[in-house]
């Protein structure tokens, strides 16, 4: 390529193929033109807008997809600290029967599965701390 010439490429792909670049001189007012005589307009710089509006939004999205996560994990934090006092009294309705003598088999499997339900709220929420 000879250094006069523009040498610029249409914008966008032709079905694949290696776009002509533009013979014209270098810094050439007029539409671009490849060797096969196809002109198309000057456009760089509104392509350069483009990339700059493209480049934007990313870093939008990404604050939305961090806000919509954070919101996500709050709505979490606040669910299992339900379930954790949803567990906590049932636990101490059982304590307080086993304590007024209920010793029965029932009452100590019922205790223990809401003991491993809290445990597993408390993996959760350390995993999520650390
Ligand atoms: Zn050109």
Same mark, same amino acid.
Do not use: F
């Given at each position: 390529?000879?250094?006069?010439?523009?040498?610029?490429?249409?914008?966008?792909?032709?079905?694949?193929?290696?776009?002509?670049?533009?013979?014209?001189?270098?810094?050439?007012?007029?539409?671009?033109?490849?060797?096969?005589?196809?002109?198309?307009?000057?456009?760089?710089?509104?392509?350069?807008?483009?990339?700059?509006?493209?480049?934007?939004?990313?870093?939008? &999205?990404?604050?939305?997809?961090?806000?919509? *996560?954070? @919101?996500? =994990?709050?709505? /979490?934090? #606040? $669910?299992?600290?339900? +379930?954790?006092?949803?567990?906590?009294?049932?636990?101490?309705?059982?304590?307080?029967?086993?304590?007024?003598?209920?010793? &029965?088999?029932?009452?100590?499997?019922?205790? *223990?599965? @809401?003991? =491993?339900?809290? /445990?597993? #709220? $408390?993996?959760?929420? +350390?995993?999520?701390?650390?």
């Amino acid at each position: 390529m000879p250094e006069n010439t523009c040498g610029a490429r249409k914008p966008g792909r032709e079905n694949g193929r290696h776009r002509i670049p533009c013979i014209r001189r270098t810094g050439h007012q007029t539409a671009h033109r490849d060797g096969l005589g196809q002109e198309w307009p000057q456009q760089e710089a509104s392509v350069d807008h483009q990339n700059d509006a493209r480049a934007v939004d990313p870093a939008r &999205s990404a604050a939305r997809a961090q806000w919509e *996560a954070q @919101l996500a =994990a709050d709505e /979490a934090e #606040l $669910l299992r600290a339900e +379930e954790w006092h949803a567990i906590s009294r049932r636990l101490d309705r059982c304590h307080a029967a086993q304590r007024a003598g209920d010793n &029965s088999t029932y009452l100590r499997d019922r205790v *223990a599965r @809401l003991e =491993a339900l809290q /445990a597993c #709220l $408390l993996g959760s929420v +350390e995993s999520l701390a650390a």
